[in-house]
């Protein structure tokens, strides 16, 4: 397996909205989803980050399992910027700063404390 691509995608109303999916960084061929909404299991509204990965390459057959290897500043740097996107994109469609989410962070803009 390989990163194609880091995608950002709204989740309202019940459903990943994959017509408004904005692709925050490629590495390969991406251009989109070929559906344009998908049920979502979780409730609520928000942005959530996805990998999109490409097809299986010789590693998987070697290791016997789908591997991918990720490189600090080609994925992992572009990835935690992606769910720092994310949080803004959510705290835009929800109008809240603190919305459950799975992850916990420090606010570094002033309007969230006054």
Same mark, same amino acid.
């Given at each position: 397996?390989?990163?194609?691509?880091?995608?950002?995608?709204?989740?309202?109303?019940?459903?990943?909205?994959?017509?408004?999916?904005? /692709?925050?960084?490629? #590495? &390969?061929? !991406?251009?989109? *989803?070929?559906?344009?909404?998908?049920?979502? =299991?979780?409730?609520?509204?928000?942005?959530?980050?996805?990998?999109?990965?490409?097809?299986?390459?010789? /590693?998987?057959?070697? #290791? &016997?399992? !789908?591997?991918? *290897?990720?490189?600090?500043?080609?994925?992992? =740097?572009?990835?935690?910027?992606?769910?720092?996107?994310?949080?803004?994109?959510?705290?835009?469609?929800?109008?809240?700063?603190?919305? &459950?989410?799975?992850?916990?962070?420090?606010?570094?803009?002033?309007?969230?404390?006054?």
């Amino acid at each position: 397996m390989w990163v194609k691509a880091i995608v950002l995608i709204p989740r309202k109303g019940g459903y990943f909205h994959l017509d408004q999916a904005v /692709i925050y960084r490629k #590495f &390969g061929y !991406f251009n989109g *989803f070929k559906v344009d909404k998908v049920k979502a =299991k979780r409730e609520g509204d928000g942005v959530g980050v996805a990998l999109i990965l490409g097809a299986p390459t010789q /590693i998987d057959g070697d #290791f &016997g399992e !789908f591997t991918v *290897f990720l490189d600090w500043e080609l994925h992992i =740097k572009p990835l935690l910027e992606a769910l720092d996107k994310s949080d803004e994109m959510t705290e835009e469609i929800t109008g809240k700063r603190a919305w &459950g989410g799975k992850r916990p962070y420090a606010s570094g803009k002033l309007h969230h404390y006054m």
